[in-house]
């Protein structure tokens, strides 16, 4: 985990991870959100309506934007304002996606960094994009 | 600058961060005027009209002003 304070964090500075999507975390998923849209849940229903396999849930792919905060950018002194993101291409239960954030903006008076985030898969897709906005916290 | 225009820029400002377009906001308009304008949404705006104007507010500044007037004295000396 990063430990960043408002004064170490600078425009231009990049954090990225990678995952891949598990069965697992979609069915965790689909538990904690109670979302049981066919789409997510019924492989041959979603394979009928013209996807290769289950929709993994655009919300499950953005949670990964709660960690690029929490952890990486700015990390332990994170709090989350704001997260505005899009979902531009699907993504499936096994796809490794890699999730990068760069600081656009840094607002020191109200401890307050913007982030543009953005998520590929191991085709280089972009599967979504976001606008964060996360508070740094003084201790 | 003037002051006239670096108010209509902060009303746009004030129209984007609180997604409502009928807000008027004038130099004596506080936080009590306008619904939403709670801690959180005062961080979204001093962020929105520092990259608006391109200029910084100080910490001291954010706690202390009252109204918007007192946040147009400071962006009008910050871009002056």
């Not at chain 1, 993994?56 to 990486?72: E, H, K, P, W």
């Not at chain 2, 409502?20 to 906001?25: A, G, L, Y």
Request: hydrophobic share 40%; proline share 1%.
């Amino acid at each position: 985990m990063n430990h960043y304070t408002i004064s170490e964090l600078t425009i231009g500075m990049t954090e990225s991870f990678t995952v891949e999507v598990t069965e697992e975390m979609q069915d965790k998923f689909t538990e904690i959100s109670e979302d049981i849209n066919p789409m997510h849940i019924d492989e041959d229903y979603a394979k009928r309506h013209g996807c290769k396999g289950r929709l993994v849930y655009g919300m499950l792919t953005s949670s990964f934007y709660s960690r690029l905060a929490g952890v990486y950018l700015p990390g332990e002194h994170c709090i989350l304002h704001e997260v505005k993101s899009r979902f531009h291409n699907p993504v499936y239960i096994g796809d490794v996606l890699t999730v990068m954030g760069t600081v656009e903006e840094v607002h020191e008076a109200v401890r307050t960094i913007r982030i543009k985030a953005v998520i590929v898969n191991q085709d280089g897709q972009k599967v979504s994009q976001a606008v964060i906005t996360a508070g740094v916290q003084e201790y | 600058m003037s002051r006239e225009e670096i108010l209509s820029k902060v009303n746009d400002v004030f129209h984007d961060v609180f997604d409502d377009d009928s807000i008027v906001v004038t130099e004596s308009t506080t936080a009590d005027d306008v619904e939403d304008w709670d801690s959180l949404m005062h961080i979204t705006l001093i962020s929105e009209i520092e990259s608006a104007f391109g200029m910084k507010f100080q910490m001291k500044d954010v706690v202390g002003m009252q109204n918007v007037g007192e946040m147009l004295d400071i962006i009008e000396k910050a871009v002056s």
